[in-house]
T-cell receptor, first 110, second 114 residues
Framework: NAGVTQTPKFQVLKTGQSMTLQCAQDMNHEYMSWYRQDPGMGLRLIHYSVGAGITDQGEVPNGYNVSRSTTEDFPLRLLSAAPSQTSVYFC?????????FGSGTRLTVV | AQSVAQPEDQVNVAEGNPLTVKCTYSVSGNPYLFWYVQYPNRGLQFLLKYITGDNLVKGSYGFEAEFNKSQTSFHLKKPSALVSDSALYFCAVPLSGGYNKLIFGAGTRLAVHP
C-alpha cells in the first residue's frame, strides 16, 4: 500500500549510542519531514527536506542529523543519544494541502 | 512568529451531542489553517484545511471548522459526536517562510462517552 513507512516501530537505546530511524515514501513527494511528539507539547518539527539533496532545520534540530540522497528516503540520525530524546518520532511527506504520516517510532533512551 | 494554541487539554462530550474543539492562531498575513486527528498508536491523519474562501470548511468524518478572522479562531466542530471520534486532535499552521512546514498545537484529547 502506498504511504510512509517507518522502521523500527520500537527502540531502546543506551545513553551515548547512535542509531538511524528510517523513513521511506512511495508517493513521489518532494517534501518530507521529521517530528517528535512529547506529552503536552504536540508535534515539534526536527528537520525537513524539500527535495533530494536539500535539507533544513526545524524547531528542535539539536542532536539530530538528516540527509536526503533520494526522493524516497529521509533517514533521521541520532549520533549520541540522550534521555531527553526519548519520544515518539513521526515522519511525514506531502505538502501543505495534505500530509501523510508514518505510524511512528517509539524511542526510549536509558 | 506563527503559532497556534489549543486552550483545552481535554474535551468530554456525550455521544450524539455536538462537539467543539477550540483553536486560536497568530499569523502574519493570510492564514492557512489545518486540523489533524491522531487515533491511539497511529500517525496523524489530515481532517480539513482552510486556505481561502468560505469561512465554514467541511472535512473528513463529518467534521467541519469555522474560520473567524476577528477572533483569530479556527474551531473544529461536529453536529453529533460518535464514540469512535475519541482521539487526539491537533490544530496546525505553516511555519513562516514555507507553507510546507507545519507547526502544531499541543493537542486536545476528545473523549466521547456512550
Amino acid at each position: 500500500n502506498a504511504g510512509v513507512t517507518q522502521t523500527p516501530k520500537f527502540q531502546v537505546l543506551k545513553t551515548g549510542q547512535s542509531m538511524t530511524l528510517q523513513c521511506a515514501q512511495d508517493m513521489n513527494h518532494e517534501y518530507m519531514s521529521w517530528y517528535r511528539q512529547d506529552p503536552g507539547m504536540g508535534l515539534r518539527l526536527i528537520h525537513y527536506s524539500v527535495g533530494a539533496g536539500i535539507t533544513d532545520q526545524g524547531e528542535v534540530p539539536n542532536g539530530y542529523n538528516v540527509s536526503r540522497s533520494t526522493t524516497e528516503d529521509f533517514p533521521l540520525r541520532l549520533l549520541s543519544a540522550a534521555p531527553s530524546q526519548t519520544s515518539v518520532y513521526f515522519c511525514a511527506s506531502g505538502s501543505v494541502y495534505g500530509y501523510t504520516f508514518g505510524s511512528g517510532t517509539r524511542l526510549t533512551v536509558v | 512568529a506563527q503559532s497556534v494554541a489549543q486552550p483545552e487539554d481535554q474535551v468530554n462530550v456525550a455521544e450524539g451531542n455536538p462537539l467543539t474543539v477550540k483553536c486560536t492562531y497568530s499569523v502574519s498575513g493570510n492564514p492557512y489553517l489545518f486540523w489533524y486527528v491522531q487515533y491511539p498508536n497511529r500517525g496523524l491523519q489530515f481532517l480539513l484545511k482552510y486556505i481561502t474562501g468560505d469561512n465554514l470548511v467541511k472535512g473528513s468524518y463529518g467534521f467541519e471548522a469555522e474560520f473567524n478572522k476577528s477572533q483569530t479562531s479556527f474551531h473544529l466542530k461536529k453536529p453529533s459526536a460518535l464514540v469512535s471520534d475519541s482521539a487526539l486532535y491537533f490544530c496546525a499552521v505553516p511555519l513562516s517562510g514555507g507553507y510546507n512546514k507545519l507547526i502544531f498545537g499541543a493537542g486536545t484529547r476528545l473523549a466521547v462517552h456512550p
